[in-house]
């Protein structure tokens, strides 16, 4: 069979049908948020049929499992083909650094990429000369997730501050319900702090903490915590025990009222739930954070000794397509990233982020890898967990202080 089809391919010269081997792909995109992925491969296959994919997920939002496991293969010298990591430090700071990934500014070159992505993006991509990783999309973290029906029933509306949503949170505990936001596991507890921080901090103090220019023991980042400890008074008990799709669950069923995730619900409650965006389920902005976009970017890399290389940049090639982005993100809650997208390709959600991408002021995410490297990431959920035992604003402030000192933040 894989005989008949290169003798086909080279008759008709296609040198796409004439491929043979594997491909693994590695990600954390399983289950519930795997149909993106896998209609992206689909169409790898339509291209490539002499081609075996080897979809290679670990389960576990966030990447907390996958990165893991990434790192015993890599370190143990048995990469996958390629694999998702999140533009910014999580991809620079770690396996870039460590010399592991191949250069691919000359496909950048060949596919005219230079031009077809924001240039902000190929700087969160490139390291001393180089650009490490095609990304395929681009998703937003500072989003409140709601069901309007819900909304109206209970007499609320979407708070705008974090006051308000306090207040909020009193009317709907008074009306019965007893968590009105809904939480998930420690991942998405950091991921509700960023969006606490980036609404108290603004956007020049949120990179200020980046750039080491504000200090996490600077009272106005300690005041973050403070605020935080409050809105996860409004927040279910067992939170540690939720996934993100849990969390979002509750809201879909009217147990709470809020949740604050990444765009990616949109794409679990269209593409999974099979909910209308914009009358079954709505958004906004996280509180505070109106006019601010806190990006972040999936993006596939070539890792040095992949085993099957020819079939991985024929991955990437498709990835950092036209086609490819459009169909992958519709599905998936995010937006091309892309600037010749065709929105007509996207739902209401996705129409109203590219609108915001255009339009809003632009941070990076901490939680998915933008700004901070890996060695700080890792260690801000010890310090999440310093906040939950202690519920001291400086105990928390002073530990993510001592890491950012650890690793050398802003430097
Ligand atoms: C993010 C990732 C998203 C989504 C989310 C939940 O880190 O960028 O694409 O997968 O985790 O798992």
Redesign the pocket.
Known sequence: MRKWLWVLGMALGLSALAQTGKLEIFS??AGD?GPALEALIRLYKQKYPGVEVINATVT????VNAKAVLKTRMLGGDPPDTF?V?AGMELIGTWVVANRMEDLTSLFRQEGWLQAFPKGLIDLISYKGGIWSVPV?I?RSNVMWYIPAKLREWGVNPPRTWAEFLATCETLKRKGLQAPLALGENWTQQHLWESVALAMLGAEGWNNLWNGKLKFTDPKAVAVWETFGKVLDCANRDAAGLS?QQAVDRVVQGQAAFNIM?D?AAGYMATTLKLRPGTDFAWAPSPGTQGIFMM?S?SFGLPKGAKNRQNALNWLRLVGSKEGQDTFNPL?G?IAARLDSDPAKYNAYGQAAMRDWKSNRIVGSL???AVAPESFMSQFGTVMEIFLQTKSPQAAANAAQAIADQVGLGR
């Not at 576990?60 to 990447?63: I, L």
Request: no cysteine; proline share 0%.
């Open positions: 954390w995109w948020e576990g939002g966030a990447g998702q999140h999309n998703h993100w990444g990616w972040l999936d998936k995010s939680v998915h890898g």
